[in-house]
């Protein structure tokens, strides 16, 4: 059983950065492939990015050119690197993981998830 733990959530303004980190216990990181979703009030869970065990990455054009996802294998650890943020980001950003690289975009195919941290930008 794998427990992931988000954090660096946070307010920021239209413009700003933040980074989200995913922590994860229980499993070795290297694993699985990675990925951040988001939800934001009121809408359904979306897909934002993927990172498989290889290094390959996918994004949602809504976050492309403007968020990075990486990951360090040894330390458990998956990071999102979000900048230029736009008041329709604000979401709560959810960190998973799958033991499977299919469609990378249906959370359907993610095993684990965490709970969750909220980012809020204002304009």
């Known amino acids: 059983q794998v427990q992931l733990v988000e954090s660096g959530g946070g307010l920021v303004q239209a413009g700003g950065s933040l980074r989200l980190s995913c922590t994860a216990s229980?499993?070795?990181?290297?694993?699985?492939?990675a990925g951040w979703f988001r939800q934001a009030p009121g809408q359904e869970r979306e897909f934002v990015a993927a990172?498989?065990?290889?290094?390959?990455?996918y994004y949602s054009d809504s976050v492309k050119g403007r968020f990075t996802i990486s990951r360090a294998n040894a330390k458990n650890m998956v990071y999102m690197q979000m900048n230029n943020l736009k008041p329709e980001d604000t979401a709560v950003y959810y960190c998973?993981?799958?033991?499977?690289?299919?469609?990378?975009?249906?959370?359907?195919?993610?095993?684990?998830w965490g709970q969750g941290t909220r980012v809020i930008v204002s304009s």
């Open positions: 229980g499993g070795t990181m290297r694993s699985y492939a």
């Open positions: 990172h498989n065990w290889n290094g390959d990455t």
């Open positions: 998973a993981v799958a033991r499977h690289w299919g469609s990378r975009i249906n959370e359907d195919e993610y095993d684990y």
